[in-house]
């Protein structure tokens, strides 16, 4: 589930670290140690706010586990030179953020 996070963020640009905010669904909340080491190995220090969320079932029923993201990203280096070319009608702006939400699911064996 990580490796498809870290995935989408590198589309947009950035890494695992833009990441805010995660919320895990859990169909078995006795699996939320195993979340949490398995988070660990993929994302050190800071860590974003968090939520886990027992639920029943998922979308798909082989499902065990969902996480969704919120990450902020920063303009693309191309947006920022350009806007130190023109004149913003924000000059307290310093960078753009763009807010990306993205989820990943991934089955897990039951």
Not at 17 to 39: E, G
Request: net charge positive.
């Amino acid at each position: 589930m990580f490796e498809n996070l870290r995935t989408v963020l590198e589309q947009a640009g950035a890494a695992l670290d833009a990441i805010v905010k995660l919320t895990v669904f859990l169909t078995d909340m006795s699996k939320l140690r195993d979340y949490t080491r398995i988070k660990g190995e993929f994302m050190s220090g800071d860590q974003p706010a968090s939520s886990a969320v027992g639920v029943t079932a998922l979308a798909r029923p082989e499902m065990m586990v969902e996480v969704e993201a919120i990450a902020v990203l920063r303009a693309a280096k191309r947006q920022r030179r350009a806007r130190r070319r023109r004149p913003s009608s924000h000059p307290h702006r310093r960078a753009a953020l763009t807010r990306l939400a993205a989820a990943a699911t991934s089955s897990v064996d039951k």
